[in-house]
Structure formats: C-alpha cells, structure tokens
T-cell receptor, first 116, second 111 residues
Framework: AQKVTQAQTEISVVEKEDVTLDCVYE???????LFWYKQPPSGELVFLIR??????QNEISGRYSWNFQKSTSSFNFTITASQVVDSAVYFC?????????????FGTGTRLTVIP | DVKVTQSSRYLVKRTGEKVFLECVQD?????MFWYRQDPGLGLRLIYF???????EKGDIPEGYSVSREKKERFSLILESASTNQTSMYLC??????????FGQGTRLTVV
C-alpha cells in the first residue's frame, strides 16, 4: 500500500513570511521517489522537485527548500519570504520503483494563500 | 518545450452521452495517465497506460474506459456520462521514475 498525507488543507500567510508545507508518506518499497507540484489558479500542475529515497540531502532552490527525512517519512517544503505569486495549491506525490507503470500517488494538496 | 495537450479546456455534456477526452504528448513517453481532481480529494488515478494498447485500472476506473492506439495519444472515454463525473480531468505523461508532465486540464460538466 502507498499513501501520501498532506494534513494541512489550507494555509494563509502574510507576504514575506516563511511557510512550511508538510508531507508524510507511507511505502513498503525501499526505492521510491518523492515529488512536489504547484498548481496555480490557471490549473496546470507545475513540477517543482524530485527526490529519490537514497538521497536525503536537503535542497534549496532560491526561496524554496525541501527537507527529506526518511526516519519520519516526511518530505516537507518551505517557502522563504513568501510572495503573492506563491499562492497556489501544492501537491506532494510518491512513486515506487516496483509499482507497475511507475505510477504517481498524490496527496490531497495544500492550498496556500499569500496575503499582500 | 515538452508538451501535453488536452483537446478541450471546458466541456459541457448531457447525462447519458458518450464523452471522449483526448490527450497528446510529444515527449515519446511510455507512461500516460488520467486523473480526476475534486476539491478535498486531490488527484485520483482513473487509468494509466505503460505502452501502446496496454492499460491498467487506477483507483477509480468505474464508469470510464481508455484507449491507447498510438504512443503519443491516450483517450479517456466516459461510456455514459453521469452528473457525478462532473470534475476536472488531468492527463499526464512520464518516463520511468522521472517527473510527470501535465496537460492544462479539462473541466467537464455533466448536466
């Protein structure tokens, strides 16, 4: 079985605040991949990052950073100095190596609203 | 630029109609997917395909079928549309365990 949980349904922050979006996953596979996607109001999902299960290094890309911790099965996403353009729904997703067709299982998403 | 294109952005259909949603990708990806997105439920997998003429059921295949006659095209078929199939439908394609690329979505309303 596989499962991705995004417990935060909606978050509102004031512009320039930092915000962390939580993602907890479940898998029995030892090899798997984790993803974050952004869905702006236009509706199209935009890929942000992929991380494989053997690479626990945290990653920073501009104002975005990701904290992968296998010990707690979490892959959290932090936006530093948030901006109005960050307002979107963010999805965390899991793909297992042994699952047929390399499927992608999504969490229910977190809607982030950045207030100017 | 990589591209996944869905044939319609918005569709309105009547209950009982047969509905075709088309998706085309230009990246030569083996894997293609159809998801539906509903508020509070995230993206739920309807069907996926890992090769031409190959298909696998996802989590919610009831009321849907798919067709993949060519590698670049993956069609979702609603055999007899019902109001509970009103939703946003998203097509995606990917290569192995790389990231998936998504189309712009089709918002289907069944009246």
């Amino acid at each position: 079985a596989q499962k991705v949980t995004q417990a935060q349904t909606e978050i509102s922050v004031v512009e320039k605040e930092d915000v962390t979006l939580d993602c907890v996953y479940e898998t029995r596979d030892t090899t798997y991949y984790l993803f974050w996607y952004k869905q702006p109001p236009s509706g199209e999902l935009v890929f942000l990052i992929r991380r494989n299960s053997f690479d626990e290094q945290n990653e920073i890309s501009g104002r975005y950073s990701w904290n992968f911790q296998k010990s707690t099965s979490s892959f959290n996403f932090t936006i530093t100095a948030s901006q109005v353009v960050d307002s979107a729904v963010y999805f965390c997703a899991l793909s297992e190596l042994l699952t047929g067709a390399n499927n992608l299982f999504f969490g229910t998403g977190t809607r982030l609203t950045v207030i100017p | 630029d990589v591209k996944v294109t869905q044939s319609s952005r918005y569709l309105v259909k009547r209950t009982g109609e047969k509905v075709f949603l088309e998706c085309v990708q230009d990246m030569d990806h083996e894997n293609m997917f159809w998801y539906r997105q509903d508020p509070g439920l995230g993206l739920r997998l309807i069907y996926f395909s890992y090769d031409v003429k190959m298909k696998e059921k996802g989590d919610i295949p009831e009321g849907y079928s798919v067709s993949r006659e060519k590698k670049e095209r993956f069609s979702l078929i609603l055999e007899s549309a019902s109001t509970n199939q009103t939703s946003m439908y998203l097509c995606a394609s990917k290569f192995m365990n790389t990231e998936a690329f998504f189309g712009q979505g089709t918002r289907l309303t069944v009246v």
